[in-house]
T-cell receptor, first 112, second 115 residues
């Protein structure tokens, strides 16, 4: 079956612009996670959804970052007023409850 | 708080050599899961194994084997007879087994297999 998909795969934007990153989880996976991975580092947790409910957003670095999953399937991570320090790989993962997380290919964001 | 330490930043081996990637973890949870993921040069993150803290049996899958030792809080990964296709960054990770799984990753070990 299809894995987790993310779009766009690459995004170049200018500082100050807003960006929206999309994640389409594996069909049937109720849990969805967002991570951010800096170069040379492991992924770091940003936020988690169970169905459409955002259960934990403790990893979001500041209020410029937000996420939603309105129908319990596709999720969007939005970064407002982007800054150069936001440049990173943004990864989405999905799973059945308490099961292994499977990751998408990631969106590489570059803020100029 | 949870922490995963992968002290080896980069390892280079010659093809067909065996190589072990070290992973040491810290957690206050009594039950937890440990993982290894592979990130090849193409960039995706590929799941390799999940191990429950209750199960300390070593596991072998083809050329891959994992040694879980609760007494030393280690979950090491050995590749036997390495191949060029094994070249990748390998991440060890940890999550509590109760509730949802907020995964804590190590910083990764970059493995280069030289032909």
């Amino acid at each position: 079956g299809a894995g987790v998909s993310q779009s766009p795969r690459y995004k170049v934007t200018k500082r100050g612009q807003d960006v929206a990153l999309r994640c389409d989880p594996i069909s049937g996976h109720v849990s969805l996670y967002w991570y951010r991975q800096a170069l040379g580092q492991g992924p770091e947790f940003l936020t988690y959804f169970n169905y459409e409910a955002q259960q934990d957003k403790s990893g979001l670095p500041n209020d410029r970052f937000s996420a939603e999953r309105p129908e319990g399937s596709i999720s969007t991570l939005t970064i407002q007023r982007t800054e150069q320090r936001d440049s990173a790989m943004y990864r989405c993962a999905s799973s059945f409850p308490q099961e292994t997380q499977y990751f998408g290919p990631g969106t590489r964001l570059l803020v100029l | 708080a949870q922490k995963v330490t992968q002290a080896q930043t980069e390892i280079s081996v010659v093809e067909k050599e065996d190589v072990t990637l070290d992973c040491v973890y810290e957690t206050r949870d009594t039950t937890y899961y440990l993982f290894w993921y592979k990130q090849p040069p193409s960039g995706e993150l590929v799941f390799l194994i999940r191990r429950n803290s209750f199960d300390e049996q070593n596991e072998i899958s083809g050329r891959y084997s994992w040694n879980f030792q609760k007494s030393t809080s280690s979950f090491n990964f050995t590749i036997t007879a390495s191949q060029v296709v094994d070249s990748a960054v390998y991440f060890c990770a940890l999550t509590p087994s109760g509730g949802y799984q907020k995964v804590t990753f190590g910083t990764g070990t970059k493995l280069q297999v030289i032909p």
